[in-house]
């Protein structure tokens, strides 16, 4: 049978990627002494007071429909949640909820972008943008995070790549590999560049709560760009909350409204019992993810620490996020055959970010989904596989 000529966009190099990880987790199950560093999934439990939340709501009925873009009570607690970030105050018609960010990423997309245009995004990027990307017909042009800048964005770059065609700038920050954070200033001028060529600014700011040691910058707060600036965020990362399917898009009151449109037509509305879980993480739940901040932070000084002096093996302590970039390019090994080479000698499973973009080639991702003393067996056994790669 015929199929529309999105199925040949949706998948990408991405499935690479997960190679690696889909054979960790089978010799896992396996029951091989395997450990699993491949994925962002926490490892803590979800906070009991969510789950009553969520309980309590399905038990006293919310089991229905609901309105496409979330109950106003949820909307208002995401404002409420992103305003400080925003520095000032945004109104619950300019949230949307969603079944994560990875789907208001995709719904946003869907509304921004469509054949013939272009749209801007830094690699390495986290796998999934390239199926979102392409599902709209839009042509992806990518712009480096250059190892030697910390993956810190060149705005210059992204003015070098603009076109005529070009509609949006789509950002992640802290960003998924790299684990770097753009400051405000990177943003401004970003903003500004945006405006000066009419272009939507996507920032898909999923580990705004996990920033180490400093304020999370975040796009809504740069000055003069609301009616352009998207955000998208959810409760996966801060709250341990990836299988609710919690997340949202803040961003200009007609975009909502599109969105909306959009919701209507393919979801109908998300679960009432999903909302209100998070409504109490949003208001009840900080101090989890404090906890959890903490705790990634530790974990990320544990494994740097552990590899600073380890031969063929560069680790850099990531701003935020879960996981900590580890540049192997010195053992002159694809990233691919690296992380292979080390899951069949030393049972551990790393991420190599070659098919996140160009930039990220040479590099594998080491997440923080488990706790210390793990990490540091993990090490252990990275460093020994590390020393035979370039000797
Ligand atoms: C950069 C980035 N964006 C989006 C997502 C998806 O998040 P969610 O679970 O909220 O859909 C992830 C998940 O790992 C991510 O790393």
Not at 279 to 302: F, G, K, N, P
Request: net charge negative; charged share 20%.
């Amino acid at each position: 049978m015929r199929y529309a000529s999105i199925t040949n966009r949706l998948s990408g190099k991405g499935s690479r990627a997960w190679h690696v990880h889909d054979l960790a987790a089978a010799r896992r199950e396996a029951g091989e002494d395997v450990i699993a560093l491949t994925i962002g999934d926490p490892d803590f439990e979800t906070p009991s007071a969510i789950i009553e939340a969520m309980v309590a709501s399905a038990r006293a009925g919310r089991t229905h429909y609901s309105p496409s873009t979330g109950y106003p009570e949820l909307r208002e607690a995401i404002a409420a949640r992103v305003s400080p970030y925003a520095g000032r105050a945004i109104a619950s018609d300019e949230v949307a909820f969603f079944p994560g960010a990875q789907a208001a990423l995709y719904a946003v997309c869907t509304v921004l972008l469509e054949a013939g245009d272009e749209v801007i995004v830094p690699e390495p990027a986290y796998a999934t943008y390239e199926g979102v990307f392409g599902a709209t017909g839009a042509t992806e042009v990518r712009v480096p995070l250059r190892p030697e800048r910390g993956f810190h964005l060149d705005v210059d770059d992204v003015r070098r790549a603009i076109t005529v065609r070009t509609r949006a700038v789509v950002i992640n920050t802290p960003q998924n590999p790299t684990g770097a954070a753009f400051g405000a200033a990177t943003l401004a001028a970003l903003g500004e560049l945006c405006a000066e060529h009419d272009l939507w600014l996507v920032s898909d700011e999923v580990y705004a709560e996990l920033v180490f040691g400093k304020a999370h910058a975040s796009a809504l707060a740069i000055s003069g760009a609301e009616g352009r600036v998207c955000a998208i965020s959810s409760l996966s990362k801060s709250h341990a909350m990836t299988g609710f399917r919690h997340g949202w898009a803040v961003g200009p009151t007609e975009l909502i409204q599109h969105l909306d449109n959009l919701l209507s037509s393919m979801l109908f509305g998300s679960p009432a019992f999903i909302q209100d879980a998070g409504v109490a993480a949003l208001r009840h739940a900080d101090d989890v993810t404090t906890h959890m901040r903490d705790a990634y932070e530790q974990r990320a000084r544990v494994v740097v620490d552990a590899l600073r002096d380890a031969r063929g093996i560069t680790v850099r302590m990531p701003e935020g996020g879960m996981f900590v970039l580890a540049d192997v390019r010195e053992s002159g090994l694809d990233d691919l055959e690296w992380a292979l080479g080390l899951l069949a000698a030393e049972g551990v499973g790393v991420l190599p970010t070659g098919s996140f973009g160009t930039s990220g080639e040479g590099h594998v991702r080491i997440g923080l989904a488990a706790d210390t003393a793990t990490l540091s067996e993990a090490c252990r056994r990275i460093a020994r596989y590390a020393e035979t790669t370039i000797s």
